[in-house]
């Protein structure tokens, strides 16, 4: 049987999408189930005077109205942040309470107020809109340098000035000296603009308590079931894990909008005990767009500074990060640890300062938002790249190669340490610029572009080559740095006395094809049949422990605590294979499903040393019956894909339309183990990256209302508004983690915003086009042509 | 928006008449319209009205007036309202003409609306005014019944509370189904929550993502727009019922050979707008296949997978 690891097997799960058959939350119907519909805070910022719920109460239907002021005393503490991130001089990040319901004080449109429980979905919110909430509403403020001046609307009372944290990496003392003597300084002042995550699933939440038993079942669209029943019983609601489990089934796509902890997951658990029944939420898209955590909205001044030969001396960041109106799970995180950190891109920059301030807004908190904290370093390093290439009038390739880290395997050559605290694993890239530019062509584009210009068409080509961090870890490290979990992962083999295999796996799959890609491993590794293996997860009650998916972990943690324990299976199966060989264990080989005794033809299958473990009537003495075992990994380092993204684009000067006319993602994500799969994560990528660069973007007034909050309004690519992606990849396996892979969940959206915003650039130079804030929506552009060209 | 209807009723004009201009009566007949009070200026009233429809729940107040009154043969009624989500602003003219001992009574009008109620889509408000105005002839005639006249005489600022099942009968997958539904239950509710056919998904309120995309006698249709109260005589095919002999239908196999799915939750949808797509033209290019998705989300793909899936299943159907 040839090995299935490495090819592009057709998906396991696909047969249950394609006939309808998938099984979401929303799907999920018990027996005397009951629905929720919350009353949400319609202001920004306000106090709340008084709640008056009779007639909601006494509405058709209605089981119950439950407020923040009943909830409280059942509580241990307020929705957590998962990471904590201290002030420079070491005070402990504010970190106000944010209860599920709110309480006395709401702080953003869609903060939860009450919950009214009916009979029928129709009947909870007809009632919902009979709960008069008094407010007296307070000054809104959503714009993140100005809410951190003083004078601003005042979130929080012991929150000064809004500011959560201020944070820096780096030699603030040396980049200042290296900047002040630079030759050359490119600077750039931007907004990466605030985005919604927009799974296509919108959110739901079902509480089952069951009182016999007193025990609490929570079925919830989340990407990382065991981290919610973490936060949720140890940090909310008190309650003894043991009591808890948590479902998450088919997960519609997460981006990021799917791992916080979230009110609603507490207010169904709480009111199904209070009412004795089960309670259903269901988020509307209206609902999801105000309550989803949101990502990016940082305001970012950033400098490069070059000496007279081209060669990058100082990189000095200033952001202001929004954290929204509270502190979500990995909100702190994503700033500093997530953004800051990456501030070495691929270049040798001798001298980087980071200085990060977080701020609470009146607005949706934030949270991941697919790459997460990547995506926002790498557009500030490649924009700066290209426009000091365009700046010195020297090639952007060119200005790239001559400060490229050079090649290192980190085997032979160690790894590479950063000015801001990592070790890059392994990387050559070179050979994956080199790649990129022979699929894009990059000679002949140029020279096409030079001839379009000679007769008024202006197209652009846009570079980014980028690294980014997966897998963060390990955990004596992040906990060092705040984390205030693990950051390891649980995988169980569990071989059936047939020799078929259940996988219990703590990572989630929520469209990344973990069925697939995990049976290939276990297929590779013990000789079996693909359809001999069954990949369990998303149930805390089966599966042992696990962090969950996000980050780009699954294969590079995930996978490698299976495999963890596919070589233990080997290990004992080996023994038992001995036995039954009535041969030594080292004369035994393992292939293709069998222990063989070497130059013999004597061997016994798989299927039969599992057999035997569970029927171990001839077995070897001393040994335990059954083979099952559960392996934690937890990395030595993060792990770093890299890669060089193009975009072609053709800018419409009369009309300021920007047609994306290619697109090349030319990525090393190390070791592979289903090509096709990582050709559809990168394609999703790139498009959630292009979907930022050129439409996306959460609008808020000044009251706080988000303006854009429905499909009508907020833009995101339609298959009409992209090319056919032209990817390509480069292998460099990870040295430190035994499958040697890295990740390739998030890659393209970080390589693709700043490729695209590049690209627009590099077209509109020689027009006088110096800058464009994002998205590069036609009006914007054909408004920044026009006062270039006054 | 135009709304327009006509009815037969066994009274002579003046007695219609008399229902048209009592406050009470268009208070009780005229759907949504939740309170009516007299204003000081004649045949002028605050008006207000509470919407029931799909997604939409919500209070709108503002006026209704008479006016350009010819006894006992029309006069013309216009509304003006405004709640939190939107705007309503509508005018119509109600006709009486003697038909032997009868009366036909006619109405014609035009209905403006803004904010999100305007959002609901073309189909789907055009089908509600149907049925608005098909309700409040039906009502009128209630009216008019013997034993129903002594109770006209009602207070002022009647309160609206009735809700009605109506009985619908619908061919789902091949099979004839027949429930009563309320008039406010979308067809992807029917189909999820009442047929338990979960294939189909809800992803927005505003038929801007595709994912309930089912089809309807022929036509791949958004089912979060349309009523189930409308589905009333169709034929539709959900995902479930796309290859019903167990089989993958040469669509869901493109998917699955050219991974055209990754979560699957807006598969469903996309798989049966390209089933219409592929009715249309079997042969279309890649062009015309991103043309014909581009009224369905997906947030995993980026979609060069799912116009690779459904070229497959073009050249598998030949």
Redesign the interface.
């Known amino acids: 049987m040839a090995s299935v690891r490495g090819q592009s097997v057709k998906r396991v799960e696909d047969k249950r999408f394609i006939t309808g058959e998938g099984r979401y939350v929303d799907d999920i119907v018990l027996p005397k189930m009951t629905y929720a519909a919350i009353v949400r805070s319609p202001h920004a910022h306000a106090e709340i005077k008084g709640i008056d719920s009779s007639a909601a109460s006494s509405a058709a239907g209605v089981v119950a109205v439950l407020t923040g002021q009943e909830m409280a005393p059942d509580l241990v503490g307020g929705l957590p942040a998962g990471w904590q991130v201290d002030f420079k001089n070491g005070d402990t990040m504010k970190e106000p309470p944010h209860p599920p319901l709110a309480v006395d004080k709401v702080r953003y449109v869609g903060d939860a107020v009450a919950v009214v429980i009916a009979e029928t979905p129709a009947q909870a919110v007809d009632a919902a809109e009979l709960v008069d909430v008094d407010y007296n509403v307070l000054k809104a403020i959503v714009d993140v340098v100005k809410a951190a001046e003083p004078g601003a609307p005042q979130i929080f009372d012991d929150v000064p000035n809004n500011i959560v944290f201020d944070w820096g990496l780096g030699d603030e003392e040396k980049t200042d000296k290296a900047m002040a003597d630079a030759h050359h300084v490119t600077t750039i002042e931007f907004d990466n603009q605030r985005l919604v995550c927009n799974a296509i699933e919108p959110r739901c939440a079902i509480g089952d308590y069951d009182g016999a038993r007193d025990h609490y079942t929570l079925y919830t669209t989340t990407q990382n079931p065991h981290v919610i029943r973490l936060l949720m019983c140890a940090f909310v609601m008190g309650l003894p894990e043991h009591k808890v489990r948590i479902v998450s089934p088919d997960v519609g796509g997460g981006f990021g909008s799917k791992i916080p902890h979230y009110a609603e997951e507490v207010i169904v658990v709480w009111s199904s005990k209070k009412v004795g029944r089960p309670v259903k939420w269901t988020a509307e898209r209206s609902e999801s767009f105000i309550t989803d955590t949101h990502g990016r909205d940082h305001h970012t001044k950033a400098e490069m500074g070059f000496d007279q030969d081209e060669n990058m001396v100082g990189l000095r960041v200033k952001t202001f990060a929004s954290m929204g109106a509270y502190l979500s799970t990995f909100g702190p995180c994503i700033p500093t640890y997530l953004h800051g950190t990456l501030m070495q891109g691929l270049y040798t920059t001798p001298a980087v300062y980071v200085d990060v301030t977080a701020v609470f807004t009146t607005t949706t908190p934030v949270d991941a938002l697919r790459g997460a904290g990547r995506p926002e370093a790498t557009y500030l390093i490649e924009r700066l790249v290209d426009q000091a290439a365009h700046e010195m009038e020297v090639d952007p390739v060119e200005l790239r190669r001559k400060n490229f880290i050079p090649p290192f395997d980190g085997v032979n050559q160690p790894g590479y340490e950063t000015q801001v605290a990592l070790v890059y694993d392994s990387g050559d890239y070179e050979a994956v610029l080199k790649k990129a530019l022979d699929m894009a062509g990059y000679e002949e584009l140029r020279l096409e572009q030079a001839a379009a210009r000679e007769q008024g068409r202006y197209i652009g080509i846009g570079l980014s080559t980028y690294i980014e961090a997966c897998g963060i870890a390990p955990s004596a490290v992040v906990g060092s740095l705040g984390a205030r979990a693990g950051l390891y992962e649980s995988g169980t083999v569990r071989v059936q006395p047939t020799g078929k295999v259940t996988v219990l796996t703590g990572s989630h799959s929520h469209g990344q094809g973990h069925d697939t890609t995990f049976a290939q491993l276990v297929s590779d590794s013990l000789g079996i049949p693909m359809e001999d293996v069954e990949i369990v997860h998303g149930d805390t009650d089966l599966v042992p422990f696990g962090m969950g998916t996000y980050g780009s972990r699954s294969l590079a943690v995930g996978g490698v605590a299976i495999s963890m324990s596919l070589d233990k299976v080997k290990e004992k199966g080996a023994k038992i294979a001995a036995h039954l060989l009535e041969a030594a264990e080292e004369d035994l080989e393992f292939a293709e499903g069998s222990w063989t005794v070497k130059g013999t033809d004597r061997s016994v299958g798989f299927g039969d040393v599992a057999l035997t473990a569970y029927v171990p009537h001839n077995y070897p003495e001393g040994l335990e019956p059954g083979m099952e075992f559960t392996s934690f990994y937890d990395p030595a380092n993060f792990t770093f894909p890299y890669g060089a993204h193009i975009a072609v684009v053709d800018v419409d000067v009369e009309t300021g339309v920007v047609k994306l006319k290619r697109y090349i993602a030319c990525d090393d994500v190390g070791n592979v183990v289903n090509p096709m799969i990582v050709d559809g994560q990168v394609h999703g990528g790139v498009t959630h990256g292009i979907g930022q660069a050129l439409m996306e973007g959460a609008i808020y007034d000044d009251e706080g209302q988000l303006v854009n909050g429905s499909y009508m309004d907020y833009a995101m690519p339609r298959a009409d508004d992209l090319p056919s992606f032209e990817t390509g990849r480069t292998v460099t396996p990870c040295p430190h983690n035994p499958l040697g892979a890295k990740g390739a969940g998030e890659t393209g959206t970080i390589g693709s915003t700043p490729a695209v915003v590049n690209a627009v650039i590099d077209a509109l130079w020689p027009l006088g086009v110096r800058h464009l804030e994002m998205p590069l929506t036609p009006q914007r552009v054909w408004q920044a042509i026009r006062d270039a060209s006054n | 928006m135009h709304l327009e209807g006509s009815h037969q009723l066994a009274a002579s004009p003046q007695a219609v008449w008399k229902l048209l201009n009592d406050p009470d009566v268009l208070a009780r007949l005229t759907p949504g319209l939740a309170e009516l009070n007299s204003q000081e200026k004649e045949d002028s009233y605050e008006a207000v009205f509470q919407i029931?429809m799909g997604?939409i729940?919500?209070?709108f107040t503002g006026t209704l007036e008479v006016r350009d009154k010819s006894e006992p043969l029309s006069y013309r009624l216009v509304i003006g309202v405004k709640g939190r989500i939107g705007t309503i602003d509508a005018e119509g003219t109600f006709g009486l003409r003697p038909k032997g001992s009868d009366t036909d009574v006619s109405f014609s009008g035009d209905a403006r609306m803004t904010g999100?109620i305007a959002?609901m889509g073309q189909r789907v408000l055009s089908g509600v005014a149907k049925m608005f105005t098909n309700q409040f002839f039906q009502g009128l005639e209630r009216e008019l019944l013997p034993v129903q006249g002594a109770v006209i005489s009602g207070r002022a600022g009647f309160t609206q509370e009735a809700s009605m099942a109506i009985p619908i009968g619908v061919t789902v997958n091949g099979e004839q189904r027949e429930h009563e539904v309320?008039p406010?239950l979308l067809l992807v509710q029917y189909l999820?929550e009442v047929l338990?056919?979960?294939?189909?998904?809800?992803?927005?309120?505003?038929s801007?993502?595709g994912?309930c995309t089912v089809i309807f006698n022929g036509r791949a249709v958004k089912s979060c727009t349309l009523l189930a109260v409308q589905a009333d005589g169709a034929e539709i095919t959900?995902?479930?019922g796309?290859?019903p002999d167990g089989e993958?239908h040469p669509i869901?196999n493109g998917?699955?050979?050219e991974?055209g799915?990754?979560?699957?939750?807006?598969?469903?949808g996309m798989?049966l707008t390209a089933w219409q797509l592929l009715e249309r033209n079997p042969d279309p290019t890649?062009?015309e296949?991103?043309?014909g998705?581009?009224?369905?989300?997906?947030?995993?793909?980026?979609?060069?997978?799912?116009?690779r899936s459904v070229k497959h299943a073009a050249n598998e159907l030949g």
Do not use: M, W
């Open positions: 029931k997604p729940n919500s209070g999100v959002r309320e406010r999820r338990t056919l979960t294939g189909t998904h809800v992803g927005c309120d505003t801007s993502c994912a959900t995902i479930e796309l290859a993958l869901q998917f699955h050979q991974h799915l990754q979560c699957g939750f807006c598969t469903p798989i890649d062009d296949i991103r043309h998705i581009e009224g369905n989300y997906c947030r995993c793909t980026g979609y060069d997978n799912i116009v």
